[in-house]
């Protein structure tokens, strides 16, 4: 099991931008890692306090196979200066081993995290740590 991060901002607040930026994150995030929803264990969505549109989960469900992944929407917590109109996503998933984790942040997010926007290597397991001592 592996965890995904991502995040995308939108312009504005319409259900419009949100279905657009929230369709394009989860585009990007099962062409990235190669998941299928029948993979996925749960996703949460965050989104700052000034985007109340529409729930991210929402869209996400009119998905193909989105309909049977257990989803939830929060509020991200407020911190003054943060990055505003952003729509967070935490995926936990089963990925095969070989399989490179690769986050998203895209449009204005890509400022969260510039050092997670790239192909992630996956955390060797206890076991291969202990075999190399």
């Not at 995290?113 to 996956?122: F, G, I, T, V």
Request: aromatic content about 6%.
């Amino acid at each position: 099991m592996q965890a995904i991060r991502g995040a995308t901002t939108v312009l504005e607040n319409t259900v419009e931008a949100m279905q657009e930026a929230v369709m394009e994150i989860l585009d990007e995030l099962e062409k990235r890692n190669q998941l299928h929803p029948r993979d996925m264990i749960s996703v949460t969505f965050s989104v700052t306090p000034d985007l109340d549109a529409i729930f991210p989960a929402a869209i996400a469900r009119h998905r193909p196979d989105w309909d049977k992944v257990p989803m939830i929407d929060v509020q991200q917590m407020y911190v003054q200066g943060s990055l505003e109109k952003c729509i967070r996503i935490l995926v936990h998933a089963y990925i095969k081993s070989s399989t490179t984790v690769s986050h998203v942040y895209l449009r204005h997010a890509s400022q969260l995290r510039p050092d997670w926007n790239l192909p992630q290597p996956l955390q060797a397991s206890q076991s291969t740590i202990e075999s190399k001592v």
